[in-house]
Structures are given as C-alpha cells and as structure tokens.
C-alpha cells in the first residue's frame, strides 16, 4: 500500500498547542478564499480568517479546529498554525455561539451613541464562524 505524503503540523494558540503531528493535509480559511497544504507546499506565510482550520492526519483520520484568527506559516517540512485563540471543533459550545450571534445582531440593529460598529460585527463574524464549524462537523460526523 502506497502511504500518502505527510508533513509536520502544529497548532498553537497563545495559551496551548493544540495539535502536532504528521499531516496529509491541512485546510485553512484564508483571506483570499481556503488554503489546502499539501506536502511539498511552496513556503507561504498568510494571515488567516476566522473558521475552521482543517487537518487530514496520516492515515485519512481528519480532526477540525475553530481558530478566531491568526497566521499560516508553511515550510518545506512543516506547517504551522499560530492562532489568536483556538478550540477543538467538538468542543465549541453551540448555544454560547448562537446566544453570540443574536446579541451582536441585536447590538447591530440597535446602535447607540457610542456603538462600536467594528467590534459588533467582529463579534458576529467570529460568532457565526463558530456556528459554520459545527455545521462541517455535523455534515462530516453526523453528529447532533
């Protein structure tokens, strides 16, 4: 059997390392669109969105991330992922993420004298971002 091509990944965030380990793939939501390193990759260091960071282990076993934000740094024998904060997908809280969305909807709709439009949508983008992942996860895993 022919094992595909890996490459080393890390996914960090300021407070922990999330994953390390050897990767077929990792798929990561650019600003121009989503990043899928394969190995071999040309060297590439681009800022990320917020969403789903994507990670095809060495034997197909794929595991998701919710990243709020960060870096990509690809090397010829690594990728990393250096995230603002970063959770394992399974472990977002989807009512949290829901009850995020309806307030900085509802902070949106009702702007006062010192809103803050950048920050309310900020918080809506990073919200519903979260609520995307569950959707992938649910899709992939059937999970609900």
Do not use: W
């Not at 040309?42 to 990243?67: H, N, S």
């Not at 920050?119 to 990073?126: G, K, N």
Request: aromatic letters at 4%; glycine letters at 10%; charged letters at 25%.
């Amino acid at each position: 059997m022919n094992m595909a091509m890996t490459v080393h990944c890390d996914i960090v965030s300021a407070e922990e390392e999330l994953f390390s380990g050897l990767v077929e793939m990792v798929i990561a939501h650019g600003n121009l669109g989503d990043i899928g390193v394969l190995p071999g990759h040309a060297p590439l260091l681009t800022d990320l969105k917020p969403g789903p960071v994507r990670v095809i282990k060495q034997g197909g076993e794929e595991e998701i991330f919710y990243i709020s934000g960060g870096f990509i740094e690809v090397q010829p024998n690594m990728v990393k992922v250096l995230a603002d904060t970063a959770t394992r997908a399974k472990d977002i809280d989807e009512a949290a993420a829901q009850a995020a969305v309806k307030a900085a909807e509802k902070a949106l709709h009702e702007k006062g004298a010192d809103f803050d439009y950048g920050s309310a949508a900020a918080r809506l983008a990073e919200a519903a971002a979260q609520l995307r992942t569950i959707e992938q996860m649910r899709k992939k895993y059937g999970r609900h």
